[in-house]
């Protein structure tokens, strides 16, 4: 497989995984992310796979608007490292809000299919004083 195709097929991954998040779609979601995924928030608080799915079956959190401004693939073989920004609207405790991310994401091929591992997600020092604990 050429760089190219690998860099096709992560990128077709993240764009399904933002889809699944608008639209709450557990059953891809579960897919997406690798069975051990990780993912920690910007506040450094770990969740599970199955935690992550439960606060999206749960509605907990919504994501009803995912816009990506930017994504960078780094190919290492069969694991990536994807870095990019978003901006997003959250719902979560009820309430509503715009917030932007950075994220690093690692994404490994297993069985021939590439799934997301792990995610770190930071909010940019601009927004923390409007979003501070979210």
């Known amino acids: 497989m050429s760089l190219e195709d690998a860099e096709q097929q992560i990128t077709a991954l993240f764009e399904a995984g933002d889809r699944a998040l608008m639209n709450a779609d557990i059953a891809a979601l579960s897919r997406i992310f690798a069975d051990d995924y990780v993912q920690y928030d910007p506040s450094g608080k770990a969740f599970s796979k199955q935690e992550v799915l439960e606060n999206m079956r749960t509605g907990a ?26 901006s997003d609207e959250v719902e979560a405790d009820g309430r509503r ?32 004083l409007h979003h501070e604990g979210h």
């Open 61 to 86: 959190v919504r994501y009803p608007s995912i816009v990506s401004t930017g994504r960078g693939i780094r190919l290492f073989g069969e694991m990536a490292i994807v870095h990019g920004s978003e």
């Open 97 to 128: 809000f715009a917030v932007r991310y950075l994220y690093m994401d690692v994404a490994c091929k297993r069985n021939g299919k590439w799934q997301i591992v792990g995610s770190q997600l930071v909010v940019p020092p601009e927004e923390n």
